[in-house]
C-alpha cells in the first residue's frame, strides 16, 4: 500500500471488477444501521438511495444501473439534459449516497445481512422471554 495519491488512484483504475464492487459500499440510513447491525452495504440496483453531496443533493429515488467501469451509480430521475434536449442520466459516485431502503429480492443477501444481525436483534425475532410476558400482559388486559 503506497501513501501517494496517484499511485492509489491509478491502483483503483487498473483494478479488476470484482475488486472494483468494493468501492460500492455505501453508509447505510440510520434505521438500517441500527436494524442490521452494521454502517455500509453494498449497493445494488432497486436499491433506494438519498444523493447527500451535489446539485441533486436531498434527492431519494431507485438504483437505475450501476456502472462498475466508471465507477458511478445512476439514479431514476437524476438525469442532465444535452444539447439536442434529450434527458440522459446523471453519474453519481457511491460514496456520494447514502442507502435508505433495501432490495431484498436476492436470497443470498437477505442470507448475509440475516447473519450480520446482532445477537439482540436476532433473539427479538424468534420470541424473547420479553416478549412472551408482554403477550401474557396483554392478554390480561384484553380479558379484563
Known amino acids: 500500500m503506497s ?43 432497486g436499491d433506494t438511495v438519498k444523493i447527500m453531496r451535489g446539485q441533486y443533493k436531498g434527492t431519494v429515488d431507485k438504483v437505475a444501473k450501476l456502472d462498475f467501469k466508471k465507477l458511478r451509480l445512476h439514479v431514476e430521475n437524476v438525469t442532465v439534459k444535452k444539447a439536442d434536449g434529450k434527458l440522459k442520466p446523471y453519474p453519481v459516485h457511491p460514496s456520494n449516497v447514502m442507502i435508505v431502503k433495501l432490495n431484498l429480492t436476492d436470497p443470498l443477501r437477505r442470507k448475509k445481512l440475516k447473519e450480520e444481525l446482532p445477537p439482540a436483534e436476532e433473539k427479538e425475532g424468534e420470541g424473547t422471554e420479553e416478549g412472551v410476558t408482554e403477550e401474557k400482559k396483554e392478554d390480561k388486559e384484553e380479558s379484563a
Open 3 to 45: 501513501i501517494q495519491p496517484r499511485k492509489e488512484r491509478k491502483k483503483l483504475f487498473r483494478a479488476p471488477l470484482n475488486q472494483r464492487k468494493k468501492v460500492f459500499h455505501c453508509l447505510l440510513a440510520k434505521e438500517l444501521r441500527e436494524k442490521y447491525g452494521m454502517r455500509t452495504l453494498g449497493v445494488v440496483k
